[in-house]
């Protein structure tokens, strides 16, 4: 079993930055696959980005390639998302979720989750 916690969410002007963090606990959270969703008003979750557990690999989604990073630091449990050139279609509550398996982009492949975090891009 393993815990997740967001925070680091906030308002911020479009074209500016924040970073997210996932505070993880519970048995070997070192060894989770982590990713990052969002979710509008109105819409269906969507993929934003995935970490294997050692952080070698990748996975973004189109809308973000480019304009968001993600990274783990295993020592602090922790996994960021930091996002930069931020746009208003960005709003969205940021979910963190982990799995034992690989790399996933579907939120049904993820096994945990945090509560979420609101994020709010004003134009």
């Known amino acids: 079993q393993v815990q997740l916690v967001e925070s680091g969410g906030g308002l911020a002007q479009a074209g500016g930055s924040l970073r997210l963090s996932c505070t993880t606990s519970?048995?070997?959270?070192?060894?989770?696959?982590m990713g990052w969703f969002r979710q509008a008003p109105g819409k269906e979750r969507e993929f934003v980005a995935s970490?294997?557990?050692?952080?070698?690999?990748?996975l973004y989604s189109d809308s973000v390639k480019g304009r968001f990073t993600i990274s783990r630091d295993n020592a602090k449990n922790t996994m960021y998302l930091q996002m930069n050139n931020l746009k208003p279609e960005d709003t969205a509550v940021y979910y963190c979720?982990?799995?034992?398996?690989?790399?996933?982009?579907?939120?049904?492949?993820?096994?945990?989750w945090g509560q979420g975090t609101q994020v709010t891009v004003s134009s």
């Open positions: 519970g048995r070997t959270a070192s060894s989770y696959t």
């Open positions: 979720a982990a799995r034992l398996s690989g790399l996933a982009v579907k939120a049904e492949s993820f096994n945990y």
């Open positions: 970490i294997s557990y050692s952080g070698a690999s990748t």
